[in-house]
């Protein structure tokens, strides 16, 4: 007989554990599939969080090095323990997988180990047990998008899952694709000792991004000492005895080169994973990217069989798929639950951040939207000089007429978290001048953003 719940959701990452906990909290009998020996998904295990805490150590020694004597702090040979960093990382990702077992056992949600592959529209079966549910939930999230001619191996040709488990400081890094993830990680081991080369197929990095946003990352970037091959594609990556060749050449068309590198980061993007879901034989559509097709309400064309996350159609992020796990479960219970998609915000976690939510420039034009823009430099800011981080804006973007708050772009230090107070003044509708007339705290970095929202009007004190 199959062991029968109101809900399961297939996938334990930010998307499939956040659902299936609240989904709990409202009553429901719930179970979560997840074939990794530990919950989290790629997020926890390995993407966000072990990024993060490499990030955090070699920012660390960076600013060990090269920041601390303009404080007065001389503190002899700065060293660096590649196998202890690579510890500290994995406990960081043990603390927090081992927290999501905690609010299963504390939300009465039951781990169903194993892969699942669906046997019918209400029915899976986990090694080789079946389940049956009033409610599915696909949440199985995305992997490294494949790129032809170029084969990895996780040790010289790495995705970022290799690239976050290197156990020395390559003398030279060759990144594929000028997204978020090879930033980072390409800013992880440059600091840490690397050459870094990024070869981009378009003429400008982090595409999503705005414009100008973008280009002053690329400028900082450069300055501090990465490479960049824009409108160049790779055609090839070979290992060869110690190293790899790649070959490129420029997207137009032209003569090829080659680099030579020690390890070859592959990012140029992530699709959505269905593997062994067996969705044929429950009849779910998937589009042309093999995305999960559903309706506003995260329902495919099976009823009782939704889907959310990177599974899905929209920016592949963990806070996206959390709140739509949150969205689908209050749907269920017969709440409105909802997610406003245009006050989504992403971050870029390398040093300075950049943080985005809203509309860009580039979007406001293309739609024929007129609107002001105000910006304010972190230069200017006393708090931003008493940390000697000055690079960087912030950049708001309004309405031209109403004032309603846009879009808000940021480059700076601590600009995801600065990013959190304009995307809640989006989301309730706020305009420029609310943000401006809100009292903030001085000295902060806040103020930069107070600043930026005044800039609006043509009204910044500090500048």
């Not at 000089?385 to 708050?405: N, Q, S, Y």
């Amino acid at each position: 007989m199959a062991e029968n719940f109101d809900v399961i959701v297939i996938g334990a990452g930010p998307g499939g554990y956040v659902c299936a906990i609240r989904a709990a909290q409202l009553g429901f009998k719930v179970a979560c599939v997840e074939k990794r020996e530990t919950l989290g998904g790629t997020c926890l295990n390995i993407g966000c969080i072990p990024s993060k805490a490499l990030l955090q150590s070699s920012e660390d020694f960076e600013h060990a090095k090269h920041g601390l004597q303009d404080h007065g702090i001389s503190v002899g040979e700065v060293k660096i323990d590649i196998a202890r960093m690579q510890a500290r990382k994995a406990e960081v990702v043990g603390a927090n997988t081992k927290g999501i077992e905690f609010l299963f056992k504390k939300n009465k949600v039951t781990w169903i180990k194993g892969a699942a592959s669906f046997t019918g529209p209400g029915a899976i079966e986990v090694e080789g047990k079946p389940y049956t549910a009033k409610h599915i939930v696909i949440a199985t999230g995305s992997d490294s998008v494949p790129l032809k001619g170029v084969e990895v191996d996780e040790k010289r040709i790495v995705t970022s899952t290799g690239a976050l488990e290197l156990d020395k400081v390559p003398g030279h890094m060759v990144i594929i694709g000028g997204g978020v993830i090879g930033l980072e990680l390409g800013s992880v081991w440059h600091r840490l000792g690397a050459d870094v080369t990024v070869v981009e197929f378009l003429d400008r990095i982090t595409p999503g991004l705005d414009g100008e946003i973008s280009k002053t990352f690329q400028q900082v970037l450069t300055k501090q000492g990465f490479q960049f091959k824009l409108g160049h594609k790779v055609t090839s990556a070979k290992a060869e005895g110690e190293g790899v060749t790649l070959t490129i050449e420029p997207a137009k068309g032209g003569e090829p080169e080659q680099i030579k590198a020690d390890i070859v980061l592959l990012a140029i993007g992530r699709y959505a994973y269905t593997e062994g879901l067996n969705l044929a034989a429950a009849g779910v559509e998937t589009d042309e990217r093999g995305r999960v097709k559903t309706d506003a309400h995260y329902a495919t064309n099976v009823s009782g069989i939704y889907a959310i996350g990177d599974v899905i159609a929209g920016p592949m992020l963990a806070h996206k798929a959390e709140e739509e796990g949150v969205a689908l479960a209050e749907r269920l219970a017969g709440q409105a639950g909802h997610v406003n998609y245009g006050a989504i915000p992403s971050v870029v976690y390398t040093w300075p951040e950049v943080a985005s939510v809203g509309a860009t420039e580039e979007e406001l034009k293309a739609a024929g939207i007129a609107y002001t823009v105000g910006k304010f430099p972190f230069m200017a800011n006393g708090r931003a000089r008493a940390m000697g981080a000055t690079e960087g804006f912030a950049k708001i973007l309004a309405e031209k007429g109403t004032d309603k708050l846009l879009g808000a772009h940021i480059i700076g230090p601590d600009a995801g978290t600065l990013i959190a107070e304009l995307t809640t003044a989006l989301e309730f509708g706020a305009s420029a001048e609310d943000v401006a007339r809100v009292c903030h705290a001085h000295p902060t970095l806040s103020e930069v953003v107070k600043e930026a929202a005044l800039a609006v009007d043509g009204r910044a004190i500090h500048i």
